[in-house]
């Protein structure tokens, strides 16, 4: 079996453990726009794919797939799963599965707000989240809410532009500025959905971090979930981590899944406040906390493939080891 990894980037251990995965039965294939990507160096094959946004990038995988024999595609950034959501259907038409979940519940995903919304609605625990800033400083003036705020992009990604106000006057100018900013970094893209409403203030808990994989297979049924407290952070990505086991996370994420119903790996971020567990963001892909999954013993992209080919898997394939403590490590290597 071939697979292809999209939107790559800086993730060579992924492109690694699917190789390991596959052993001698095949390659894996990878792409990104930037040539310069470090996860090329891992790859079987590698190609530089036009900009997602680009008219022609569907086209191009989709020949990429043909000339290649991929038999099952994987992307790993968030703008990338909407596009592939949306065209999943002509990649099964020529014998490729796309591991992405349905385009709605990935526009969910992708939008803080309406990821807000979404679990509000299933009245599940998240915290309380505005989208005009009238109507937050109406419920602060009214009690309803306190500060310290978040401010941040609707349509965010990666700890960008995010900020705490810490009264009404730094609510008011981050406001402005996260807007400005978005309109002048790569944020705009997502965001011209609705560029009035790009910015949402979101109530802030302080206390333990968690993220968890929630595991489904191809046919969207659950499998397994894992969850590690975070105990370092870097530019937005869990950089230390401890696995164990929560009977009250664990119960969060069954009641999530019951409704999500999304294909492969449910990244989800959890906060803690000593007394109540909330559920503050969704990612529908592999996140950057996997690898401390993937050290504790769970193997999903080994999952995923033995899916692909009809089998099953024996249960310890998505078993992680209690106590498992990871850190990230920095490397340098050479692209040229």
């Known amino acids: 079996m071939n697979i292809l990894l999209t939107s790559v980037g800086r993730r060579g251990y992924l492109v690694q453990y699917f190789k390991d995965a596959l052993k001698e039965s095949g390659k894996v294939y990878v792409s990104n726009s930037d040539e310069h990507s470090p996860a090329f160096k891992y790859a079987d094959e590698y190609i530089v794919s036009p900009l997602i946004y680009d008219d022609g990038y569907i086209e191009f995988l989709l020949d990429y797939c043909r000339q290649n024999k991929i038999e099952m595609l994987i992307s790993l950034f968030d703008i990338d799963l909407y596009v592939l959501a949306q065209n999943k259907k002509k990649f099964e038409e020529i014998g490729v599965i796309v591991v992405v979940s349905d385009v709605e519940f990935i526009k969910v995903c992708n939008d803080k707000w309406l990821t807000y919304k979404y679990l509000s609605e299933r009245r599940l625990p998240t915290p309380k989240t505005y989208l005009e800033l009238k109507n937050a400083i109406t419920d602060i003036n009214e009690k309803n809410i306190t500060f310290p705020l978040i401010v941040k992009p609707r ?49 802030k808990i ?89 050290l504790a013993g769970v193997n999903l992209p080994l999952a995923l493939i033995e899916w692909r080919n009809g089998k099953e898997i024996a249960e310890t394939v998505l078993k992680a080891e209690t106590g498992t403590v990871g850190q990230k490590d920095i490397q340098i290597i050479k692209i040229n």
């Open 206 to 294: 302080n206390g333990s971090e968690y993220g968890v994989d929630i595991i489904n297979d191809l046919s969207g049924r659950y499998r397994s979930t894992v969850i590690r407290k975070k105990i370092g952070m870097r530019a937005g990505e869990t950089d230390a981590a401890k696995i164990l086991e929560n009977d009250e996370i664990l119960s969060l994420a069954k009641e999530l899944t019951i409704y999500t119903k999304h294909i492969g790996n449910l990244d989800i971020d959890i906060l803690n406040n000593g007394e109540k567990y909330y559920i503050l963001e969704m990612n529908a892909r592999f996140g950057g906390g996997y690898p401390f999954s993937h």
């Open 155 to 203: 349509w965010g990604m990666g700890s960008l532009e995010i900020y705490v106000a810490d009264n009404e006057e730094e609510l008011k100018v981050f406001y402005k500025k996260v807007k400005r900013n978005i309109e002048n970094s790569y944020l705009k893209y997502e965001s011209k959905q609705d560029i009035t409403n790009s910015v949402i203030i979101q109530e």
